[in-house]
């Protein structure tokens, strides 16, 4: 009995030793940490005290998780555009640093998603699980790093590809009025993309939601989200985030072109990226120039879309095509951001709000759109078929603005405007239908040809429509030849031009019928 106290005391003795040791070799780690203080906050920006390390562009990050990037860095004071919902901070909550910049989440698995610039999933599916990140601000490839653009990105769409051809690694601007068809273009061309081994990003920047979910769905509908991902920055998102979201879109595709793979960016709209920058400058207090814009607007556009290239060999041989979009109040392209865009990339298409009012849907302004890469960038067998189609339909334009006068008119005037109307319909496309290549010639041959000059104008359309699915006659040599860049042959020409005349000859008048007229 009289041993249970002593065991308990030793039990004791024991215990009490082992905390001591614990206690004495215990030492702890100290660590310093910058904090700043929070000082002012307002419509998606703060600006806060401390953090005397902090760099130019470094994520800081508030209470709640909310980030945020350095972006005017003070002797006494630091401006912060914030990067999502902001209404729980106040004056006085504490700042932290990172060490690091701003990144985005890239891989494969991003492919067929929908995310924001954070790389948040907007689809309702879980968050894409990658294992690489990228600096949305990269540099763009050095001059000995890049190759010509001579490959051609076929849009599907005829006015696009016979008169204003694009190659890959090319940059080219869309612009027009509001609700002219300048995203449709942007859709048909990622559509066109299936099965043509080109990875698609498209990046909606400041959209209504509405119009977003119209987009992917009609993207998910023709099953081009395979290979297609959707960075969206909507309207009511906090202006730091619609200006992150392109250069994040940017470097998403810079991945896969530095894998090898041909892509294509589309950024719908500029315009609403450059309003987002002018907002946070002037409530950073930056000093405002033309149009209130900022001095290095210039800058933001032109750093993002040299990133879009042509690699050469050595650096894998992919590209990246960038179709900027860009939105002009009453068809004044000489205003400060469509001249900027203009003089930053390779060549524009035009929209005219006249031509989309009269229904010439694309209303492609053949006058006023040009690409810089040219012929380069386009197959042999269009170089053949469409050479002399941009020259017809420029008269035919210059021409028709003196007949509408009631003047007299000879006859080969008269011709001219009869075979630039015919023209003009041929080039006409719906929304979503894009043209494949065997299509497009077998009509710009036609067209070409004056094929169509002996058919009444209202038939038209249905013959162009008839001649489409006539292509898929074409034989298949012939097929692989045009896809393969070769030469259109005498022997193909004239298979590809009995084609057409058989198809069209039941929409040409009966010689009876002339002679009865």
């Known amino acids: 009995m009289s041993s249970a106290p002593d065991m308990l005391h030793s039990a004791l003795e024991q215990a009490f030793t082992g905390m001591r040791e614990a206690r004495n070799s215990f030492s702890p780690p100290f660590s310093i940490n910058e904090v700043g203080v929070v000082t002012n906050v307002s419509t998606g920006i703060a600006t806060f005290s401390g953090l005397p390390g ?3 562009e470094e994520l800081v990050q508030f209470p709640g998780g909310l980030l945020g990037i350095a972006f005017n860095v003070d002797e ?12 729980h901070l ?21 492919l067929g998603r929908v995310i924001d610039p954070l790389g948040n999933p907007l689809d309702g599916k879980a968050v894409a699980s990658t294992d690489q990140r990228l600096p949305v601000e990269r540099a763009a490839p050095a001059i000995l790093d890049r190759a010509a653009v001579s490959i051609p990105l076929q849009t599907g769409l005829k006015v696009v590809d016979a ?10 601007l869309i612009l027009g009025d509001r609700q002219t068809g300048k995203t449709a273009i942007a859709i048909d061309t990622i559509l066109n993309q299936r099965g043509q081994n080109v ?22 509908a023709k099953g081009a989200m395979e290979y297609t991902v959707v960075v969206v920055a909507e309207g009511n998102d906090a202006p730091g985030l619609v200006y992150i979201t392109p250069y994040a879109a940017t470097s998403i595709a810079e991945y896969f072109m530095e894998k090898g793979r041909d892509v294509l960016i589309v950024y719908d709209d500029l315009t609403q990226h450059a309003r987002a920058y002018r907002e ?19 800058y933001i556009h032109s750093r993002m879309l040299e990133r879009s290239t042509h690699l050469s060999k050595d650096r894998g041989g992919g590209s990246l095509t960038a179709l900027p979009i860009i939105e002009t109040d009453a068809q004044d392209i000489s205003a400060y951001i469509p001249t900027n865009l203009i003089s930053i990339t390779d060549g524009q298409v035009y929209l005219s709000p006249t031509l989309f009012e009269l229904g010439n849907l694309p209303a492609v302004d053949v006058g006023k759109s040009v690409s810089r890469v040219g012929s380069a960038a386009q197959r042999a067998a269009y170089r053949s078929v469409a050479g002399s189609l941009k020259l017809a339909y420029s008269q035919f334009e210059e021409l028709e603005s003196f007949a509408k006068f009631g003047t007299r008119l000879d006859e080969s005037t008269r011709k001219i405007i009869d075979h630039g109307q015919r023209i003009r319909t041929c080039l006409k496309q719906p929304e979503s239908q894009p043209a494949s290549l065997e299509e497009q010639i077998t009509v710009l041959l036609a067209l070409t040809g004056g094929l169509f000059d002996q058919i009444p104008l209202e038939k038209v359309e249905d013959a162009e429509a008839a ?6 006659d074409i034989p298949n040599e012939i097929v692989s030849r045009l896809s393969s860049g070769d030469k259109l042959s005498d022997e193909d020409r004239k ?23």
């Open 280 to 298: 946070l400058s002037l409530l950073l207090r930056r000093p405002p120039g033309r149009e209130a814009f900022p001095g290095d607007i210039f």
């Open 495 to 517: 298979a590809i031009l009995q084609i057409a005349s058989q198809t069209l000859s039941p929409f040409q008048p009966h010689p009876a019928a002339k002679l009865a007229s």
């Open 199 to 220: 990875i698609c990003v498209y990046c909606a920047i400041g959209q209504r939601a509405s119009a977003v979910a119209k987009a992917v769905a009609n993207l998910r």
């Open 90 to 110: 106040r004056a006085g909550d504490q700042v932290l640093r990172t060490g690091r910049v701003m990144d985005v989440a890239v891989g494969d698995a991003l």
């Open 76 to 87: 006494d004071e630091v401006g912060v555009i914030l990067l999502g919902d902001y209404q």
């Open 467 to 472: 001649l489409r699915k006539a292509g898929a």
């Open 163 to 172: 008169l204003v051809p694009i190659g890959r690694g090319q940059r080219e």
């Open 54 to 56: 902090v760099g130019y």
